[in-house]
C-alpha cells in the first residue's frame, strides 16, 4: 500500500512537472500582440513571445508590409572597474526584407550607412536618458528592418519597437517612452505620414517622450515659427501617449511586474566627505575665474592632483587608499565640479566664462579666405571655430542615398569633420564616427531648405566643414560657415541661415536655459538644444535631454531664448555678406541647363552616343542628359565659360529646325565638282550648288572655294524627295547691273 502511494505520489508529480513545462513551452509559441490606430485608420501591431526568444527583451512592430524586429540583450554584472553606462544601439535594413541583393563586391549588407547610423542616434538619444544612473552593466539593443514597406518610413516605429523590448524584459528602465514623426502637410498636422505624404510636407520632426516629458526632437522645417513647432511637439505627445499604453498592454500581457536587480556601484562615504571638504571651495573659485578652456582645465586637473596627493598623504591603517579608493577618489571629485558649476549657474547666474545666461560669444567671420574652391568662409563664434568650403560640380557628382526601399540621388551634401586638434588632443584618425555623421546631417537639413531648386541651380554643391577649434557648439558653427561659403559661391541663396546651440541646468523647481554653451556647459548640463534657422522661422532643430524629461514650458522659453540669439548672429552675418554673389567666380566651372523635346534626345546623343563624344571632345565640355517629365533636361558643364557656350550652340543647332529663308553662317566640309556641301547648323548639312555660288557661270570652284572656308548662305528649299538641304550664297549678294554690248547700242539708234 505505501509502496502504490508512493508510486502515484511521483506519476502525478512527473505529470505536474510535464503539464507545466508544455505549458510554459507552449505559452512561449502563442505570440502576445497588442495593437493601436494611427489615428487615420493603419493598425500598428507590437508582437512578443514568438521571434529571438533568449533575448532578454524581443519584440515585432508592423504597420502595413512593414516589420522590425528589436531585442535587447544585458549583461547581468557590470565589467571591473566600469563608471559609465555602456549602451549600443544599432538600427539595420536588411535589403532582403524589399526583395533586393546589396549591390556591394560581397552581396551582403557590410558597415551602417549613414541613413542607419542616423536612426541608430534617434534610437540612442531617446532611450539612454531611461536608464537608472548607477546602472553600468553593458545593454545592447538592435532594431533591423526585416520586412520593407515603400510607403512606410521606418526610422520612428524603430525606436518604438527598441523601447517595446525593453518594456517586456526585466532590463532596469525607469519608464517607457516611445516616438513618433509629426508633419504638417498642406496645413495640418499627420502622425507617421507615408513617404509619399511627407514630399509634399512644410514641416518634419521625429519626437520622443515619455508619459510626462519630452525626450528628444530632431527634424526639420521651411521657417516654421516657434509657436508652429510647440503646436507640432503636443500633437506628437498626444500620439505618443497611445503607443506607451500599448506597451504597457503588451508588458502586462507577459507579466513583467519586476526588473531585475543589479550590482551598485561600490560607495565609500568617508572619502567622498574628504574629497567635498578639500575641493569643493577650490573648484568655485576656479570655475568662477573665467578662465580659457584650456587653463580651466589644467587648473582642475592641477587641484585634482593635489587632492589625490592629499588623501596619500593622510591615509592610515583605519583609512586606506588604495586604487579603489583613487577610483572612487576621481569619480567624486567629478561630482564636486558637477555640482559646483551647476549651483553657479544655478543661484549665482554666473557661466564659466563670466557670460550672461542668455549671451552669445564674441563672433568673427569671414568670406572669400581660400583662393581656389569655389566657395568659402572662416566663422568663428568664442573658442569654436570653423573654415567651410563649397565646391561645384555637375549631375556625375551626385550623391546615391541607397536604403532597402529606395534609392535616390541628392544634388546637396554637406560633409562634416572633427580633428583631434581642434580640442588639442591626439586621436587616430579613422573614418567618420557617428557623432560627426549626425552633426554634418543637422546642418546639411537646415541649409537645404534655403537651397534653390534644380532647375534653377544646376550644380551639384558640396559644402565641407572643418573645425578648427572646438568649445561647443560646432554643429551650429558649421550651419552658420556653410551659409556663409555658399552665397560665396555664388549659389542663390535667398536668405542666411544660422544655429545656435541651447542648454540647461535643473535642480528641483529651479532651472536656467543657458544661450550658446561650452562644452563644458554641455558635458555637466542636462540638455543640448541646437535650433537653427532664418530671421523668418526654424529650419532645423536636434534636443537631447539627459534628465527625466523637459516640459513644455522650458521647451517654450527656451526656443524663444534662441530666436533671440540666432536673430544677433544673423545681423554679423549679413554684415559680411548681404546676399549671394550674383555669378560664380571666374575658377568656378560653368554649367547650363537646357530642355529639348524628348524627340530630339537622340538625335543629340546620336548612334552609340557618337553625336555627344564628338560634341564633349571638341569642346571640352561634360554633358549629361536625360528624360525629365516627357522633357529631354541637358547639363552642360565646362570649367570654361567659352566650352560651355560652345557645347550649347552645338546643342541647339541640332535641335533646331531650319527655316526656309533663314540666313546661317556656314563652314565648307567639302568641294566637288557640282558644288560645295556646307554645315550650317550643327550636326545639319546642306549643298550650295554651283550655280548658287555666284552670279557669274562657274565651270569649277576650284581656287574660288576651299574646304574649312567660311560663308554666308540662305536656306531657299528643300529636295522634295530625300529632304536634303538646298542653300544659295548667290542669295545674299546684290545681281549685278548688266553692262550694255556694243551691238545693243547701234540697235537702239535705229
Given at each position: 500500500?505505501?509502496r ?7 506519476i ?13 513551452y ?6 502576445l ?10 493598425e ?7 521571434l ?8 515585432t ?6 516589420v522590425?524586429l ?6 547581468r554584472?557590470?565589467?571591473e572597474g566600469?563608471?559609465f ?23 551582403r549588407?557590410?558597415?551602417?550607412s ?6 541608430s542616434?534617434?534610437i540612442d538619444?531617446a ?17 533591423t ?23 517586456v524584459s526585466d532590463?532596469?528602465i525607469?519608464?517607457i ?5 509629426v ?17 509634399t ?10 508619459e510626462?516629458?519630452?525626450?528628444m526632437?530632431?527634424?526639420e ?21 497611445i503607443?506607451?499604453?500599448?506597451q504597457?498592454e503588451l508588458r ?7 526588473k ?9 562615504e568617508a ?14 573659485e ?6 580659457a578652456k584650456h587653463?580651466?582645465?589644467d ?8 587632492l ?5 598623504e593622510e ?14 577618489a576621481?569619480?567624486?571629485y ?17 557661466r ?12 568673427d ?7 581656389s ?6 566663422f ?11 565646391t561645384l560640380?555637375?549631375?556625375?557628382d551626385?550623391?546615391?542615398?541607397e ?5 535616390k ?12 586638434f581642434?580640442?588639442?588632443e ?6 567618420p ?11 546639411m ?12 541651380f ?9 573645425i578648427?577649434e ?24 535667398p ?10 541646468i535643473?535642480?528641483g ?26 530671421r ?16 513644455m ?10 530666436k ?6 544673423l ?28 524627340e530630339?534626345i ?8 557618337k553625336v555627344i ?8 565640355a ?8 516627357n ?13 560651355v557656350?560652345?557645347?550649347e ?9 531650319p527655316?526656309v ?20 547648323l550643327?550636326?545639319?548639312q546642306?549643298?550650295v550648288?554651283?550655280?548658287e ?6 565651270e569649277?570652284?576650284?581656287g574660288?572655294v ?6 554666308k548662305?540662305?536656306?531657299?528649299g ?6 536634303k538641304?538646298?542653300l ?9 547691273e548688266?553692262k550694255?554690248?556694243?551691238g ?6 535705229q
Amino acid at each position: 500500500m505505501i509502496r502504490f502511494l508512493t508510486t502515484r505520489v511521483l506519476i502525478e508529480h512527473i505529470a505536474g512537472f510535464t503539464i507545466k513545462y508544455l505549458q510554459k513551452y507552449f505559452m512561449l509559441q502563442q505570440p502576445l500582440r497588442t495593437t493601436f490606430d494611427l489615428g487615420d485608420g493603419r493598425e500598428v501591431a507590437i508582437e512578443t513571445g514568438r521571434l529571438a526568444r533568449q533575448a532578454d527583451g524581443s519584440v515585432t512592430v508592423s504597420v502595413g508590409k512593414a516589420v522590425l524586429l528589436a531585442t535587447v540583450v544585458a549583461n547581468r554584472e557590470p565589467k571591473e572597474g566600469q563608471s559609465f553606462f555602456p549602451l549600443t544601439v544599432d538600427y539595420q535594413e536588411k535589403f532582403a526584407s524589399a526583395g533586393r541583393i546589396p549591390g556591394s563586391f560581397f552581396k551582403r549588407e557590410g558597415r551602417l550607412s549613414d541613413y542607419e547610423v542616423l536612426i541608430s542616434r534617434l534610437i540612442d538619444r531617446a532611450l539612454r536618458p531611461l536608464f537608472p544612473d548607477d546602472y553600468f552593466c553593458e545593454v545592447q539593443v538592435l532594431v533591423t528592418l526585416i520586412s520593407s514597406d515603400p510607403e512606410i518610413l521606418p526610422d520612428a516605429l524603430a525606436c518604438l519597437a527598441a523601447s517595446a523590448a525593453l518594456a517586456v524584459s526585466d532590463v532596469p528602465i525607469k519608464e517607457i517612452l516611445s516616438e513618433v514623426r509629426v508633419a504638417r502637410i498642406n496645413g495640418a498636422f499627420k502622425i507617421n505620414p507615408t513617404r509619399t505624404e511627407l514630399e509634399t510636407a512644410d514641416m518634419d520632426f521625429i519626437v520622443a517622450a515619455t508619459e510626462k516629458n519630452l525626450m528628444m526632437v530632431e527634424g526639420e522645417s521651411q521657417e516654421c515659427s516657434e509657436a508652429d513647432l510647440v503646436a507640432a511637439l503636443a500633437i506628437a505627445h498626444d500620439a505618443i501617449r497611445i503607443q506607451i499604453k500599448a506597451q504597457q498592454e503588451l508588458r502586462d500581457l507577459k507579466g513583467v511586474t519586476t526588473k531585475r536587480e543589479y550590482t551598485l556601484p561600490a560607495i565609500n562615504e568617508a572619502v567622498k566627505e574628504r574629497v567635498y571638504a578639500f575641493a569643493s571651495d577650490k573648484v568655485y573659485e576656479i570655475a568662477k575665474s573665467k578662465s580659457a578652456k584650456h587653463d580651466r582645465t589644467d587648473q582642475f586637473k592641477a587641484l585634482e592632483e593635489e587632492l589625490l596627493a592629499k588623501l596619500v598623504e593622510e591615509s592610515t591603517e583605519e583609512l586606506p587608499f588604495t586604487d579603489v579608493e583613487k577610483r572612487l577618489a576621481k569619480k567624486y571629485y567629478h561630482d564636486v565640479q558637477y555640482d559646483v558649476v551647476r549651483d553657479m549657474v544655478l543661484n549665482d547666474r554666473i557661466r564659466l566664462d563670466g557670460r550672461q545666461l542668455d549671451e552669445i560669444r564674441p563672433l568673427d567671420m569671414e568670406v572669400d579666405v581660400l583662393p581656389s574652391p569655389h566657395g568659402s568662409a572662416l566663422f568663428t563664434r568664442g573658442e569654436t571655430q570653423s573654415i567651410t568650403t563649397v565646391t561645384l560640380g555637375t549631375g556625375l557628382d551626385e550623391l546615391l542615398i541607397e536604403t532597402a526601399a529606395s534609392s535616390k540621388y541628392s544634388k546637396f551634401i554637406l560633409h562634416y569633420n572633427f580633428p583631434p586638434f581642434s580640442t588639442g588632443e591626439v586621436k587616430m584618425m579613422r573614418g567618420p564616427g557617428r557623432r560627426e555623421v549626425g552633426h554634418g546631417a543637422l546642418a546639411m537639413r537646415s541649409l537645404k531648405q534655403m537651397m534653390p531648386a534644380d532647375s534653377e541651380f544646376g550644380y551639384t554643391v558640396r559644402v565641407v566643414s572643418d573645425i578648427l577649434e572646438s568649445n561647443g557648439s560646432s554643429s551650429m558653427a558649421t550651419v552658420c560657415a556653410g551659409s556663409l561659403a555658399l552665397m560665396d559661391a555664388g549659389v542663390p541663396l535667398p536668405k542666411h541661415v544660422a544655429g545656435i546651440a541651447m542648454g540647461l541646468i535643473t535642480k528641483g523647481d529651479k532651472f536656467s536655459i543657458l544661450s550658446d554653451i561650452l562644452g563644458d556647459e554641455d558635458h555637466l548640463g542636462d540638455m543640448d538644444f541646437k535650433v537653427t534657422g532664418t530671421r523668418e522661422g526654424i529650419c532645423g532643430v536636434q534636443m537631447d535631454i539627459k534628465v527625466d524629461g523637459l516640459s513644455m514650458e522650458v521647451m517654450t522659453q527656451a526656443l524663444e531664448q534662441a530666436k533671440a540669439g540666432r536673430l544677433h548672429i544673423l545681423e554679423h552675418m549679413y554684415k559680411a555678406i548681404p546676399e549671394a554673389r550674383e555669378e560664380v567666380k571666374p575658377h568656378a566651372p560653368r554649367v547650363v541647363k537646357m530642355f529639348i523635346d524628348k524627340e530630339f534626345i537622340g538625335a543629340v546623343i546620336g548612334p552609340g552616343g557618337k553625336v555627344i563624344q564628338e560634341i564633349q571632345r571638341e569642346t571640352g565640355a561634360t554633358i549629361n542628359i536625360e528624360e525629365v517629365n516627357n522633357m529631354g533636361e541637358i547639363s552642360i558643364f565646362g570649367v570654361e565659360k567659352s566650352s560651355v557656350a560652345k557645347a550649347e550652340d552645338w546643342i541647339k543647332g541640332i535641335v533646331s529646325v531650319p527655316v526656309v529663308g533663314d540666313v546661317y553662317d556656314a563652314t565648307v566640309k567639302s568641294v566637288v565638282a557640282f558644288g560645295a556641301f556646307v554645315e550650317f547648323l550643327p550636326g545639319k548639312q546642306g549643298l550650295v550648288h554651283i550655280s548658287e555660288v555666284s552670279w557669274k557661270r562657274l565651270e569649277t570652284l576650284e581656287g574660288l572655294v576651299k574646304e574649312g572656308d567660311s560663308m554666308k548662305v540662305k536656306l531657299i528649299g528643300t529636295d522634295p524627295k530625300s529632304g536634303k538641304f538646298k542653300l544659295s550664297r548667290k542669295a545674299l549678294i546684290p545681281k549685278p547691273e548688266r553692262k550694255p554690248e556694243p551691238g545693243d547700242e547701234a540697235a537702239s539708234q535705229q
